[in-house]
Every structure is written in structure tokens, then in C-alpha cells.
């Protein structure tokens, strides 16, 4: 099994909807990011939490929210999906440094 | 802030033959630069890393090298297999490396032709 993994790993919905995608982890990190991927733009970062009380918002947060649930468990919503939302999202753990572990991606299709 | 361009954003190579894909950045406070390599339907994962005081660090068939000096960092892929197709992102960080501070680059998609 993934030790972080995102459901759902594939959503087509329309503009206005609102989306929640999930993620858990079994790595016991407490860090875990958000973030969103574009052709040719890499990998951009949307929210970040470093332990169950601590959000932060990342470099392109406009339109987006997120919950930690639980120290497995960070949530990212999409209140109004517009178009330009379409894109491959991943959440991702590590420990105070290093490395980021990163979920197999959820891909988001606005339309 | 940091800004991370990488080129090429397509490489085609045959099987066998090197691969280089280079990143340049822009803050010269950045000294921690991991590479991911990302297959298809997965997530990334880090493959090496490199940290400001080396300029160079090996492991098996890839390597990566680091200027300082002109503030770019490359990625060496020797002998590559049909495996080494995937997508390759750079990125850079400041000293305490954690992953709120990691720039990443466009992304470099890797064929290696059998």
C-alpha cells in the first residue's frame, strides 16, 4: 500500500462545483504540502501544514482552502471550481527537512 | 524570490547515450537542490540531491553537478535505459531545506528510444 495516498486519483466536474480532495499518509511525518502541477510550470505549492493546528498558505493559495484533520489527514477544497483549476494535484509529507514524499496525484478536470 | 528555469523541457535520447538536463536559479542563498523523477501515473520521488558545499555527487548512473558560482546545477544520466523515461523536475531550497522553501523548475520529459 502507498503510504500517502490521495482519492480521488480522477475528477471531471463543472465550473461552480465545490471539490474536496483528500489525503492520508502512514509515514507519521507531520509536514504536508499541497501542491498543484502545470505543463511547464513544475510543481507549485498551494497550502502547507506543519502539525495538526498549523496552516499556512502557499505561492498560489487564491481559490483554494485546507483542513488537517488529523496528523495522517490534510484535506484541499475547491469552493468554486473554475476552469483554470484543471490541473494534477499532490499532497506531499516529509520530516523537518529533506526529502517530500509525494501521493500518486489527483487529477482535476473543470469544465 | 527564488525563480528555478530548466531546460531542456523535452529530451529524446537512444538507449545507451547521456542525458543532461540543466537548472539554473536565481538566489544565491539557495544551497540545497534535489532532483525528483516522476513516472507516469506516480508521484515524484527524489533521486539525488546536492547540497552547496560539494560540487559534484554520483550515485550508479546519475549524477549532478553544482556551480555556485554562475548559480546552475545539472543533472547527468549515463547509459540511459529504456527505465530512465520519465519526467525530471530540479528545484532549490535555502540551507534549512524544508519543503515550504523548494522552488521547482518546468520539468524536463525524458524518451530514451530503444
Known amino acids: 500500500d502507498a503510504d500517502v495516498t490521495q482519492t480521488p486519483r480522477n475528477r471531471i466536474t463543472k465550473t461552480g462545483k465545490r471539490i474536496m480532495l483528500e489525503c492520508s499518509q502512514t509515514k507519521g511525518h507531520d509536514r504536508m504540502y499541497w501542491y498543484r502541477q502545470d505543463p511547464g510550470l513544475g510543481l507549485r505549492l498551494i497550502y502547507y501544514?506543519?502539525?495538526?493546528?498549523?496552516?499556512n498558505k502557499g505561492e498560489i493559495s487564491d481559490g483554494y482552502s485546507v483542513s488537517r484533520q488529523a496528523q495522517a489527514k490534510f484535506s484541499l477544497s475547491l469552493e468554486s471550481a473554475i476552469p483554470n483549476q484543471t490541473a494534477l494535484y499532490f499532497c506531499a509529507t516529509s520530516l523537518s527537512t529533506g526529502e517530500l514524499f509525494f501521493g500518486e496525484g489527483s487529477r482535476l478536470t473543470v469544465l | 524570490g527564488e525563480n528555478v528555469e530548466q531546460h531542456p523541457s523535452t529530451l529524446s535520447v537512444q538507449e545507451g547515450d547521456s542525458a543532461v538536463i540543466k537548472c539554473t536559479y536565481s538566489d544565491s542563498a539557495s544551497n540545497y537542490f534535489p532532483w525528483y523523477k516522476q513516472e507516469l501515473g506516480k508521484g515524484p520521488q527524489l533521486i539525488i540531491d546536492?547540497?552547496?558545499?560539494?560540487g559534484e555527487k554520483k550515485d550508479q548512473r546519475i549524477a549532478v553537478t553544482l556551480n555556485k558560482t554562475a548559480k546552475h546545477f545539472s543533472l547527468h544520466i549515463t547509459e540511459t535505459q529504456p527505465e530512465d523515461s520519465a519526467v525530471y523536475f530540479c528545484?532549490?531550497?535555502?540551507?534549512?531545506?524544508?519543503?515550504?522553501?523548494?522552488?521547482f523548475g518546468g520539468g524536463t520529459r525524458v524518451l530514451v528510444k530503444p
Open positions: 528545484a532549490a531550497s535555502p540551507p534549512e531545506a524544508a519543503g515550504n522553501k523548494l522552488t
Open positions: 546536492i547540497r552547496s558545499n560539494v
Open positions: 501544514s506543519f502539525d495538526v493546528k498549523d496552516i
